[in-house]
């Protein structure tokens, strides 16, 4: 469905330079996919929505769209090509002077699209996103929630073949936040619409997407889905999809220094594992941690599609980190001292 290939974008500055926001970009998304691209502040995302929308052109490279190189249509094919990509953004950016109903239709009207056939792709879509009866209602009488729904159905009245959601969420409380995620995965499974979602969030990405794509300095660092990126819990992305687990306090003496009353120093471990074939379940994780003297201090393990994924912060003793380590990791177990 999305695929672009050697996409870079170089902007010009003063005294000649230039800043290079895209560089070498290779990205595919599969049709009917949810995609999440997720990055720090000045990674390249919001270049690279730009460069979805056509609302800038690469430099260099393709950026082809259900079947179609954006990066190659001008004019009529190019407007086009963009009532295909649906938009969705951060605070819904409705018209205050509008009804929900007249910012969801007016697409369709600037479309040219008749009246009678505007009004019922209206009430279709105040349906498909929970809004029925609100159609009257003006943006100032509907909750951050319900507005996030009059922007999702204004961007699929065209009944486009993507949906870019520009930080969907981030402007939303949890209910509203896990609200709009469900409708969402909903607008999908209807329409067959392919979704990318450009987020900070990482728990939005473990809620929703099948796959992720990491970007930095412009560059995709890490892409896949989510089994494929989990399945190795050394990389970064894989351990921002499965958060650190909070460790209030930690012991001054683990297990193994008081059974043989020692007093020594401790450390904490960051210890990270999946349920894929050939790494050991989360009990022979626990069992091979306490056989070598380490206590639990926290953990947490989340399912990511069909993987089992845990995370574990072990206290150990100073003298017996570097040991621990080396033999979490022969049994495909990722360990490293905890920074704290």
């Known amino acids: 469905m999305i695929d672009l290939t050697g996409v870079s974008k170089v902007y010009p500055v003063k005294n000649g330079g230039q800043v290079v926001a895209l560089d070498g970009v290779n990205l595919h998304v599969d049709r009917g996919s949810i995609h999440g691209i997720v990055g720090r502040s000045g990674a390249g995302k919001s270049t690279l929505i730009r460069c979805l929308t056509a609302l800038e052109k690469p430099t260099e490279g393709h950026i082809v769209v259900d079947g179609l190189d954006l990066a190659t249509l001008t004019g009529s ?10 938009m969705v953004f951060q605070a819904a ?36 996103v929970g809004l029925e009866g609100r159609g009257d209602s003006y943006p100032s009488q509907l909750s951050g929630g319900q507005r996030q729904r009059v922007g999702i159905a204004r961007a699929l009245a065209d009944n486009p073949a993507v949906l870019l959601c520009d930080e969907p969420t981030s402007a939303l409380d949890t209910e509203s936040t896990a609200q709009i995620l469900s409708l969402l995965r909903h607008v999908r499974d209807v329409s067959g619409v392919t979704v990318v979602i450009i987020t900070h969030e990482m728990a939005v990405v473990r809620e929703i997407c099948d796959s992720v794509t990491l970007l930095g300095h412009g560059q995709v660092l890490q892409t896949g889905t989510l089994e494929e990126v ?10 921002e999809l499965v958060p650190m687990p909070v460790v209030e306090s930690v012991p001054t003496e683990s297990a193994d220094s008081r059974f043989e009353g020692n007093a020594v120093g401790t450390v904490l471990l960051d210890v990270v594992f999946t349920s894929h074939p050939g790494v050991p379940t989360g009990a022979t994780v626990l069992h091979l941690a306490s056989s070598m003297g380490a206590d639990v201090t926290a953990g947490t393990f989340e399912s990511l599609g069909s993987v089992q994924v845990g995370r574990l912060a072990l206290t150990v003793p100073a003298y017996h980190a570097d ?7 022969k049994n495909n177990v990722h360990a490293e001292v905890r920074a704290q």
């Open 230 to 239: 989990v399945a190795d819990p050394a990389t970064p992305l894989a351990r």
């Open 93 to 128: 950016n409705l018209l205050d002077a509008r009804t929900a109903a007249d910012n969801i239709g007016y697409p369709l009207k600037l479309a040219g699209v008749p009246a009678a056939k505007r009004r019922a792709r209206v009430e279709e879509l105040l349906e498909l």
């Open 323 to 329: 040991k621990i380590i080396e033999q979490l990791r």
């Open 77 to 86: 094919a190019l407007r086009a090509a963009r009532r295909r990509i649906g």
